[in-house]
């Protein structure tokens, strides 16, 4: 996606996050669960953001579905039986929320955990993974992370993608008002920056977060910008750039 150095981190992500290379990726299956809406500007010129995931993501072989989690379509227990790994992207709605469909999301994410599912949560899908599994969200402490921020590996990073050499700072496309709080026991934090407490974390080997947004491109993230001006959400001064609090009802599929 010509993301520099925030392609290497996010193909360290999916091989702690996802099966391995080799045989079981070679055969396997995975599902998206999209929890926002896609764009116009994404539909019209990715084909959604399942497209734009499966760009990201996708390797030889492997077969991939999207189910639409906003919409409260989640695979049941059965189907889910038959993926090797799930990807839950981000969303306008809180990960703290109690809209049915949330709640619902969490319960699904909870017997995927206990099942041995691998999960790859991405912005919302960060948030609502930490909570699943014990943790907590909610609103940051130093308001709106929106552009291109850099991010900063902790030495578990370091370990856990061992022999690849991560660099010190890493510049991560980010979209986000809510943050991770607390982590779930027994989860460490990957990757940090000056705005974000947690930028990375995984639970074991099968469950990891990532609060930036690795399938973005600058583009995606100006076409949201661009929305943002145009619905008044974003106010521009002379001095800053301020961001209205409630995007949630607007629908704006980020």
């Given at each position: 996606?010509?993301?520099?150095?925030?392609?290497?981190?996010?193909?360290a992500?999916?091989?702690a996050?996802l099966?391995?290379?080799?045989?079981a990726?070679?055969a396997?299956?995975?599902?998206?669960?999209?929890?926002?809406?896609?764009s116009e500007?994404?539909?019209q010129?990715?084909?959604?953001?399942?497209?734009?995931?499966r760009?990201?993501?996708?390797e030889?072989?492997?077969?991939w579905?999207?189910?639409?989690?906003?919409?409260?379509?989640?695979?049941?227990?059965?189907?889910?039986?038959?993926?090797?790994?799930?990807?839950?992207?981000?969303?306008c709605?809180?990960?703290?929320?109690?809209?049915?469909?949330?709640?619902?999301?969490?319960?699904?994410?909870?017997?995927l955990?206990?099942?041995?599912?691998?999960?790859?949560?991405?912005?919302f899908?960060?948030?609502?993974l930490?909570?699943?599994?014990?943790g907590?969200t909610?609103?940051?402490t130093?308001?709106?992370d929106?552009?291109?921020?850099?991010?900063?590996?902790?030495?578990?990073?370091?370990?856990?993608f061992?022999?690849?050499?991560?660099?010190?700072?890493m510049?991560?496309?980010?979209?986000h008002?809510?943050?991770?709080?607390?982590?779930?026991?027994?989860?460490?934090?990957?990757a940090?920056?000056?705005?974000?407490?947690v930028?990375?974390?995984?639970l074991g080997?099968?469950?990891?977060?990532?609060?930036?947004?690795?399938?973005?491109?600058?583009?995606?993230?100006?076409?949201?910008?661009?929305?943002?001006?145009?619905?008044?959400?974003?106010?521009?001064?002379?001095?800053?750039?301020?961001?209205?609090?409630?995007l949630?009802?607007?629908?704006?599929?980020?």
């Amino acid at each position: 996606m010509g993301m520099g150095p925030l392609e290497n981190a996010a193909s360290a992500a999916e091989s702690a996050a996802l099966p391995e290379a080799g045989a079981a990726a070679a055969a396997g299956s995975y599902a998206v669960l999209q929890c926002g809406e896609d764009s116009e500007y994404v539909r019209q010129k990715y084909g959604g953001y399942f497209a734009v995931f499966r760009a990201l993501l996708e390797e030889d072989g492997e077969s991939w579905r999207v189910y639409g989690a906003v919409r409260g379509e989640l695979p049941t227990d059965a189907e889910a039986a038959g993926f090797d790994g799930f990807v839950i992207s981000g969303s306008c709605s809180d990960a703290h929320g109690d809209e049915p469909w949330i709640l619902d999301l969490v319960g699904l994410i909870r017997r995927l955990h206990a099942a041995g599912k691998r999960i790859l949560g991405v912005c919302f899908g960060h948030q609502i993974l930490c909570r699943a599994l014990g943790g907590r969200t909610g609103r940051s402490t130093k308001g709106w992370d929106i552009g291109v921020s850099c991010i900063h590996p902790t030495a578990a990073a370091a370990r856990l993608f061992a022999p690849l050499k991560l660099p010190v700072h890493m510049p991560v496309i980010e979209f986000h008002h809510d943050e991770v709080w607390e982590l779930p026991a027994g989860a460490e934090v990957l990757a940090r920056s000056d705005q974000t407490r947690v930028e990375m974390f995984r639970l074991g080997d099968r469950a990891m977060g990532v609060q930036g947004h690795p399938e973005y491109s600058k583009d995606i993230l100006m076409s949201i910008a661009d929305r943002l001006l145009r619905h008044n959400h974003i106010l521009v001064s002379s001095q800053s750039v301020s961001v209205i609090y409630n995007l949630g009802p607007a629908g704006l599929g980020i």
